[in-house]
């Protein structure tokens, strides 16, 4: 019993998840200038990765503590948590991305977009928003 214990534990220690986006670079660039801003062309950090990641880490710890108990009663994977685990992450983010207010667009840019509405415009954007289960340290 043990060993099996060890090795589902072993099999969990493994690996990782991921949370973020996927996509091309134009892609990239844009969800780096709304996480970071762009002090060169005067656009504020709207950051919605990490400030969702932030806010997923209670629910996400209180999810692995239940899960290696269960893994350890043989009640439930190393799978199921992990993807709990990345559900939870990206359920966070996402709910970031879609309260994102302030600061608010400056308005020349809001003239150019013909409305004030931050990121909602940006569907491609929100639609990469993704998590993967890797190996620890492989990051693709």
């Given at each position: 019993?043990?060993?099996?214990?060890?090795?589902k534990?072993?099999?969990?220690?493994t690996?990782?998840?991921?949370?973020?986006?996927?996509?091309?670079?134009?892609?990239?660039?844009?969800?780096?200038?709304?996480?970071?801003g762009?002090?060169?062309?005067?656009?504020?950090?709207?950051?919605?990765?990490?400030?969702?990641?932030?806010?997923?880490?209670a629910?996400?710890?209180?999810?692995?503590?239940?899960?290696?108990?269960?893994?350890?009663?043989?009640a439930?994977?190393?799978h199921?948590?992990?993807?709990?685990?990345?559900?939870i992450?990206?359920?966070r983010?996402?709910?970031?991305f879609?309260?994102?207010?302030?600061?608010?667009?400056s308005?020349?840019?809001?003239?150019?977009?013909?409305?004030?509405?931050?990121?909602?415009?940006d569907?491609?954007?929100?639609?990469?928003?993704?998590?993967?289960?890797?190996?620890?340290g492989e990051?693709?």
């Open positions: 019993m043990i060993p099996a214990i060890r090795a534990l072993q099999e969990l220690a690996k990782e998840v991921l949370v973020g986006m996927e996509g091309d670079a134009e892609l990239a660039m844009i969800a780096g200038v709304h996480e970071y762009s002090a060169k062309m005067k656009i504020p950090a709207r950051s919605f990765i990490g400030v969702g990641k932030k806010r997923a880490s629910p996400i710890s209180k999810r692995v503590k239940s899960g290696v108990q269960a893994i350890a009663e043989d439930e994977s190393v199921t948590l992990l993807r709990d685990i990345g559900e992450g990206l359920d983010v996402l709910k970031r879609d309260k994102i207010r302030q600061p608010a667009l308005p020349l840019y809001a003239a150019i977009k013909g409305n004030k509405k931050i990121l909602i415009q569907k491609d954007l929100r639609d990469s928003l993704t998590y993967k289960i890797v190996r620890k990051r693709t």
